[in-house]
């Protein structure tokens, strides 16, 4: 049946307010409008973003579907679409690639102007949205919404992926692999024979390491205040696991003493400003390179030594791991079909939707490094 330009009911998680449990409920999905495309979600990964939202720590509009780690099928498209069909298999992008602002067309840049992070106004480019619920009007996150069986999305955040991708893993390459690992190889481009140290070893950290190892460091010291995530970073490539509540003094100061000059790269990827303080003096005082991938809370402020700033250490800001989205996470999809890069080690549960609920609670618990739900 033709199901396009038709108003979809289906089943979607709603955060009615900040802090509120998600709720199962059935929502009516808008057909797509001009630029923009309707999927049939197949899976989604729970990454750290979303827990930032359901805290309210993103200022977004309520009531939302959240999510935006998502692999699915597009259902239908509104007119003008011309970058994907009906029965592609595609990927939610966070960040879109307009191909017409500053950033878009820089070599170098990457956060799209058309984004809808920071800040995030909850709708579609035109400012109006494509859910529903009892009769009230549901927002969107970060332009995708994926925690939910259909989501519209604007034609510049989605794109096309291989045919051959298994839709029930892929969903990680949307975010969370792009924003660690291209943190890794493609921003901070870590040198064989280097050394590293990711604070933070979650989903995004545990990206960040493969790059490390991909590139070839010789030496990459994890940081985390769960010690349960120890085994996992270990066999993904970890030499050496740091707990700082087990250490009187700063964690940096150890960092400095393991490696007697500090390291060439540090990775904050927890989203917290101490953090990335010891992120930064952790680095080697002349060449060390700080890259920070968390987002801190809002208007929460650095305070670094400023006189050391001089002596040539450089900190970069780091989103989807510095990838022009549309142009390159297409590529990510094909090398891990290729076994150029191995994203399992990073799915540690797949449940289906509707056990959402678990899915959050192995979540919190810190048991989970990727929970994927399945549609
Ligand atoms: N010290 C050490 N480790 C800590 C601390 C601390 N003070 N606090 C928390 N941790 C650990 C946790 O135990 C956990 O293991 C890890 O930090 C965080 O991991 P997750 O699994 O909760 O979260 P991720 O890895 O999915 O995401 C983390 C981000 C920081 C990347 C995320 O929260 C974020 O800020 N994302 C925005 C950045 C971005 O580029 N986004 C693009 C799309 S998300
Ligand atoms: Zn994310």
């Not at 058309?114 to 859910?131: A, E, I, N, W, Y």
């Not at 085994?231 to 700082?244: F, S, Y």
């Not at 030594?305 to 250490?313: F, K, L, P, Q």
Request: charged content about 20%; aromatic content about 6%; some cysteine.
């Amino acid at each position: 049946m033709d199901t396009s330009e038709k108003i979809l009911t289906c089943r979607a998680a709603i955060a009615w307010a900040k802090n509120s449990p998600l709720s199962i409920e059935e929502v009516q999905v808008e057909p797509p409008k001009a630029g923009e495309v309707r999927i049939k979600l197949m899976s989604s990964g729970i990454c750290g973003s979303d827990d930032h939202v359901l805290k309210g720590e993103f200022q977004m509009n309520f009531p939302l579907i959240p999510g935006h780690e998502g692999a699915g099928i597009v259902e239908s498209i509104g007119d003008g679409v011309c970058s994907v069909k009906p029965g592609d298999k595609v990927l939610t992008l966070i960040i879109p690639q307009c191909r017409e602002c500053s950033s878009c067309l820089h070599p170098k840049g990457n956060f799209c102007e058309k984004q809808d992070v920071l800040p995030c106004h909850g709708s579609m480019l035109d400012g109006t949205c494509r859910f529903t619920c009892k009769g009230e009007k549901i927002y969107h996150s970060f332009l995708v919404s994926t925690f939910t069986e259909y989501t519209v999305v604007p034609e510049i955040a989605v794109v096309k992926i291989d045919d051959a991708a298994p839709m029930d893993k892929v969903c990680l390459i949307s975010c969370g692999v792009p924003t660690g690992y291209g943190a890794a190889v493609n921003s901070a481009k870590v040198t064989p024979g280097s050394t590293c140290v990711v604070f933070g070893l979650g989903g995004v950290g545990s990206a960040i390491v493969l790059g490390c190892k991909a590139s070839g460091a010789s030496r990459i010291i994890g940081v985390d205040i769960n010690e349960e995530k120890f085994p996992r970073a270990k066999a993904l490539g970890v030499t050496d696991c740091l707990n700082p509540q087990n250490f009187k003094k700063p964690i940096q100061e150890v960092v400095m003493e393991m490696t007697g000059i500090g390291v060439d790269f540090a990775f904050e990827a927890i989203g917290n400003p101490d953090a990335m303080i010891s992120a930064w003096d952790s680095c080697h005082k002349s060449y060390g390179v700080c890259l920070i991938v968390g987002v801190a809370p809002l208007k929460s402020k650095l305070s670094l030594e400023a006189t050391m700033i001089i002596s040539g250490r450089t900190m970069k800001g780091v989103c989807l791991g510095d990838y022009k989205t549309r142009d390159c996470i297409p590529q990510i999809v094909t090398d891990y079909l290729q076994n150029k890069i191995n994203i399992d080690p990073l799915i540690t549960h797949q449940l289906p939707f509707d056990q959402l609920h678990e899915a959050l609670k192995l979540y919190h618990a810190g048991k989970a490094i990727r929970c994927v739900l399945l549609f």
